[in-house]
């Protein structure tokens, strides 16, 4: 009589898996359970200990469904006071990580970065949008932490450069020619909010950052 169980089951779980890849839910394993006991011989049932097993992974795969569903609820909670607190972002100037600056208005803009140790040496390479170079600047020696490049606009030639956003890399080395650690960032004052994949992303002069990358919030 339990060739004709397993017969079952067998057929059972085949029929599951081809209406579907995912793993069996709750209401397939109860399906399972309740055609196992019609079909077991009442002279010989299922041992106990293997009945009780089947009830114990009953039992932590509906835990298992309740807690992903609290975690679902608890991110999309979270989701949405990070979108309200997006908005208290407009009109404020932001600095945050990464590689790009705005040439807006005339206005020479700020290159910030910061060293893991002291520089002999500091390089500031300026790329259009086309990833083509159009400004080196040498610093000079600097000494770690928060540092600032002047650029004049211009390009290499001197030729003053048109409005537009530019990405920035900065290549240091110490008194041994060795590679010194940086991390560039970008400023800007807010003008706008996008919503993408239920996250908040702030439109800065023409740029977009998630809001996981801002570092310092001032008027």
């Not at 807690?67 to 608890?74: A, C, D, F, K, Y």
Request: proline share 2%.
């Amino acid at each position: 009589m339990s060739m004709g169980v397993n017969t079952v089951m067998a057929g059972t779980a085949g029929t599951s898996a081809a209406a579907s890849k995912n793993v069996s839910g709750k209401e397939d394993f109860l399906l399972m359970l309740i055609t196992q006991l019609r079909c077991q011989d009442p002279l010989s049932p299922m041992e106990s200990a293997e009945f009780t097993a089947q009830l114990a992974q009953f039992s932590s795969l509906e835990q298992l469904q309740e807690t992903n569903e609290r975690l679902e609820n608890i991110q999309l909670y979270q989701a949405s006071l990070n979108n309200s607190q997006a908005a208290g972002f407009i009109g404020k100037n932001i600095t945050a990580m990464g590689d790009r600056i705005s040439l807006e208005n005339g206005t020479a803009p700020e290159i910030k970065f910061t060293l893991d140790g002291d520089a002999a040496k500091v390089s500031v390479n300026i790329y259009n949008e086309n990833d083509e170079l159009v400004k080196n600047i040498e610093t000079g020696a600097l000494s770690s932490g928060e540092q600032t490049a002047a650029w004049d606009m211009t390009d290499n030639n001197g030729n003053l450069l048109s409005h537009g956003i530019y990405r920035f890399e900065v290549m240091a080395s110490d008194l041994n020619g060795e590679f010194v650690n940086s991390q560039t960032f970008m400023s800007g004052k807010v003008t706008g909010i996008e919503f993408n994949h239920n996250a908040a992303y702030l439109v800065t002069d023409e740029q977009i950052i998630p809001m996981s990358s801002v570092l310092s919030i001032s008027n």
